[in-house]
């Protein structure tokens, strides 16, 4: 986000606050949106991804009150939904205010007994919904940053991760992993994350994209996706049955050597969904190793790889990611992937600065003559993880 839209987006929240609510906020926290560079449904298996937070943001304004009333807002939807901390149920939240509701709930659940307070909160993003940006785990780790500052809780961002992912599994009911509420609340400027996610351990890497005049292109497909049907849950299925059968805990226990093996035992949708998940992480460790050492025209090759492992093994790819991912590969981009749950949502590309427009062009092209709707074409940068703005 650059510095005036970023001021923009705070001064629309503040106003947007004082509008519905009639005061002045107590203060402003955002969370940002995430693309993930590589490492593709491998959170839930324990295993390595590695996302970026994106210049596109959620910000939240709120307030304290003196009951137990909460009251919510977004500017993305009419209304004001209200209900009280004491009415809290997770399996009655529906729509868009489960998320904000979601963390609410789960946050009065680290608060001690009696003691949250009722809040006022506007929120107002920029993060396209729908494009597998990550725009839920934006509001969520926004909310969380706001209520663990109101609530005096001092929870740890690791922490609110948690928080995050299980408003979205138990509220929003989608069994989703731990990296976008990572990514969102641990994100730096021009680093990508490498999230172990069997240990937790963290750290932040070095892109390297701007002193090597390259960038990341998202090509929103405008295609929905949604992780709370059937396809996301199934390959989540599929991965704990491999896992099972070949007698671990996770298939983060299985490396390339336990491929063989696993031909003979599983059947063979299962050994290709186990496939993607060992050569992925693979994958992501390669592609850190190679930006450590060469540089981010070294990682290109992954990133290609592991398109043809989620649209072969993975099957999680759809005729208008697979065009975007081909057509920008033939236009010259160093590498390309579908990023996200898949089923739909947004391929990245991997451009030197000076060709982004060009591509982006001839994707749109691609488009238009195979008949897909406009695609949504942007580019991102790498950029902090979720604040206090205010
Ligand atoms: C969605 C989920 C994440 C992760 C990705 C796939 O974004 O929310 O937890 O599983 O899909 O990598």
Redesign the pocket.
């Known amino acids: 986000m650059t510095g005036h839209s970023r001021h923009d987006l705070l001064r629309q929240g503040t106003e947007y606050f004082t509008r519905e609510f009639g005061v002045e906020p107590d203060g402003l926290w955002s969370a940002p949106g995430r693309v993930?560079v590589i490492?593709?449904?491998?959170?839930?298996n324990d295993g390595f991804?590695f996302p970026i937070a994106i210049d596109k943001r959620t910000v939240v304004a709120a307030r304290a009150r003196g009951d137990r009333i909460l009251r919510v807002v977004s500017n993305g939807f009419p209304g004001v939904v209200e209900t009280s901390l004491d009415d809290l149920n997770p399996d009655s939240l529906a729509g868009w205010s489960a998320y904000p509701l979601g963390v609410a709930w789960a946050m009065a659940q680290a608060a001690p007994a009696g003691d949250p307070t009722g809040v006022d909160l506007a929120l107002s993003s920029d993060v396209p919904p729908g494009a597998?940006l990550?725009s839920s785990a934006a509001v969520e780790c926004a909310v969380a940053m706001a209520l663990n500052d109101l609530w005096k809780l001092g929870l740890g961002r690791q922490t609110l991760a948690r928080i995050g992912q299980l408003a979205e599994n138990r509220v929003v009911g989608?069994p989703?992993?731990?990296?976008?509420q990572s990514a969102s609340l641990l994100g730096e400027p021009d680093h990508g994350i490498l999230l172990d996610c069997q240990s937790l351990h963290t750290e932040s890497v070095p892109l390297g994209f701007a002193a090597a005049d390259m960038g990341l292109l998202v090509i929103d497909t405008r295609t929905s996706h949604s992780?709370a049907d059937g396809g996301?849950a199934s390959r989540r299925r599929s991965c704990e049955d491999g896992a099972q059968a070949m007698g671990v805990g996770s298939l983060r226990a299985l490396g390339p050597g336990d491929l063989p093996r696993a031909a003979d035992v599983l059947d063979g949708q299962t050994f290709r969904r186990v496939r993607h998940i060992i050569t992925e992480n693979s994958r992501v460790l390669d592609t850190v190793a190679a930006l450590r050492t060469a540089g981010p025209a070294a990682i290109g090759a992954f990133l290609n790889e592991s398109h043809m492992s989620m649209r072969d093994d993975f099957e999680i790819s759809t005729p208008e990611l697979d065009l975007a991912v081909s057509a920008a590969q033939a236009l010259g981009a160093l590498g390309a992937r579908m990023t996200?749950?898949g089923f739909g949502g947004a391929a990245i590309a991997l451009v030197r600065s000076s060709d982004a427009d060009r591509v982006a062009d001839g994707i749109a092209r691609e488009f238009a003559r195979a008949g897909f709707s406009v695609p949504h074409i942007f580019p991102v940068s790498a950029s902090a993880g979720a604040r206090r703005e205010l």
């Open positions: 993930n490492g593709e449904h491998t959170d839930y991804a597998g990550s989608a989703t992993g731990i990296m976008d992780h996301y996200g749950g």
